[in-house]
Each structure stands twice: as structure tokens, then as C-alpha cells.
């Protein structure tokens, strides 16, 4: 990447649940359109950390920047610039997909055509289904789609890939590019280290509340190599995931 302005600023971030402190001093930047990784294990203060950067969540202390609005100061203007997934619960069973982007579009004001929306996570096909006909693939699309309805600079996707199947992944990760090729910065959080390694430009690791490594995936596998590290069993060329897809194809399925 050749520019590496901060878009999002984060510093010396803490969150205490009652006497449990779930996020210990942390500090990073996400850069502008990057796709930034916040990956570690469960519990480890991931998806607290993105709602405090949502303007969701209250944190205990700790500035954080967003596109320059501070979160304290203009938590409005921030929602204006950043898309997040909805709650499925939201998501009213009654409506298609179209009405459904129609009526998210009149809450944020944004004057778009629901049918491009669709169209760019490859759903045109499912305008008239309801949500709760989708297969998950789909559901995941669809949501990212809404996360993009406000036009937004920056969107925060949380574990967008769970429970997909191996090409429904590989087609969420080029969606995720294209959507990062286009000029949106997003932040993800994934369980899937193929995927952080794939997909995020730079990634996090976060433990126990703090960042215990930050930096390109190359970068992070390159310093382990150099320190010693090597795989018990031989790596070969292909892997089992390589086989499925090779076997069933790359096509959209669902
Ligand atoms: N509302 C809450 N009240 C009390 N404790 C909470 C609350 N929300 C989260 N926690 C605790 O804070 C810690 C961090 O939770 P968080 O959900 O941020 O972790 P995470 O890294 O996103 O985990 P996962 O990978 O499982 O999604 C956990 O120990 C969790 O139990």
C-alpha cells in the first residue's frame, strides 16, 4: 500500500465490566483502505473493542479517533461514516430483501438503488425472497450489503465467514477485496487464520485484553520462520480444503 494515513485511532483503550477489565490499555491505527484483521482468542476483548469503536458500546477510558471525529464528541457523526452489520433480529420477517434495503435506506437517508446493492453481493436473483430463506452464504451477503447502504468509509465485519462453506468463504473474501478495492477500509474479526492470512492487509492479536503482536501477515509468519520455528509435519502443496474445491467447484452455489 502506498498511502498509510490512520483512519481509525485507537489509544490506550480500557473497559472494565464491574471489577473485570475486559480491555487493558490498548493502542493500534487502521489505516484507510486496508482490510485490518482484529484476531485472538475467545473472550480475548475483540468485539468489545470494535462496539467501543462503533460508538455501541461506553468504554472506561482511553481516545479513540474515527476519520477525525473523537468518540466521545461526535459519536452522530461517526454512525454517519462507518457501516455495521445489523442483528438479524432487526431484519423484519415480512419483507424481501429489496423492502428490506429500501426501508435501511429511508432510516439513514441514503438515496441508493436497492437493486445495485444486491446486485454487488451477487444476490439480484433473491430480491423477492425473504431473509429467513437464505442459505447462510447468503445471509452473510446480504449483511455485508447492509453495512453498505450508508455509503460508509469504513465497515466492521464480526466473524463474517463462521459455519460457511469452503467456496461460500472464498467468494465472501473476494466480495470483502472488492469491497476494500472500491475505497472502503474494513475491519474484520475472524477464528480462521487462512483467512486473516488471505485476506487482511495487517492483522492484530489480541490476549487477555492487550495487543500481543500487530503487522502484515507476512510479516508475522517471516519473524517466526527466523526465530526457529519449524512445522512438525512437512507441508504439502495441496491441502484438503485445496481437494473439496477442486472436487465441487468455484462457482456460487447457494
Ligand atoms: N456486557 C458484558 N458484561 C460483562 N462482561 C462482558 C460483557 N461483554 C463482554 N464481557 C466479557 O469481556 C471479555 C471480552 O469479551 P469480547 O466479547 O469482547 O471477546 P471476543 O474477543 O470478541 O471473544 P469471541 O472471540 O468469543 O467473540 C469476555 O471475558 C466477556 O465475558
Known amino acids: 500500500m502506498e498511502t498509510k494515513k490512520a483512519i481509525i485511532s485507537v489509544k490506550d483503550l480500557v473497559k472494565k465490566y464491574d471489577d473485570f477489565v475486559a480491555v487493558q490499555g490498548l493502542s493500534f491505527e487502521v489505516y484507510e483502505h486496508e482490510i485490518f484483521g482484529l484476531l ?11 462496539e467501543i469503536i462503533e460508538t455501541l458500546r461506553d468504554k472506561t477510558s482511553g481516545e479513540i479517533i474515527v476519520d477525525g471525529f473523537s468518540v466521545d464528541k461526535q459519536p452522530q457523526d461517526i454512525k454517519q461514516i462507518i457501516g455495521v452489520q445489523l442483528q438479524a433480529a432487526g ?33 439480484q436473483d433473491k430480491a423477492k425472497a425473504k431473509y429467513k430463506a437464505l442459505s447462510g452464504g447468503q445471509k452473510q451477503r446480504f449483511s455485508i450489503a447492509t453495512t453498505l447502504i450508508n455509503q460508509p468509509k469504513i465497515i466492521f465485519l464480526d466473524e463474517p465467514t463462521t459455519g460457511l462453506d469452503p467456496q461460500a468463504r472464498r467468494n465472501l473474501w ?14 474484520i474479526t475472524t477464528h480462521y487464520m487462512d483467512e486473516a492470512e488471505q485476506l487482511c492487509d495487517r492483522v492484530a492479536f ?40 477442486n472436487l465441487t467447484g468455484q462457482e456460487w452455489r447457494e
Request: hydrophobic share 40%; proline share 4%.
Open 174 to 187: 473476494d466480495l470483502i477485496i472488492e469491497i476494500r478495492n472500491a475505497g472502503t477500509t474494513v475491519v
Open 40 to 50: 485472538g482468542p475467545n473472550g480475548a476483548g475483540k468485539t468489545t473493542t470494535l
Open 91 to 123: 431484519y423484519y420477517p415480512n419483507l424481501n430483501l429489496i423492502e428490506l434495503i429500501e426501508l435501511f435506506a429511508g432510516l439513514y437517508g441514503a438515496n441508493i438503488k436497492p437493486m445495485e446493492m444486491l446486485e454487488k453481493v451477487n444476490l
Open 206 to 245: 489480541v490476549e487477555r485484553g492487550q495487543i500481543i503482536a500487530l503487522d502484515t501477515p507476512d510479516n508475522l509468519i517471516d519473524k517466526l520462520i527466523n526465530s526457529g520455528f519449524e512445522r512438525k509435519k512437512e507441508v504439502k502443496k495441496a491441502n484438503l480444503e485445496d481437494v473439496f474445491i
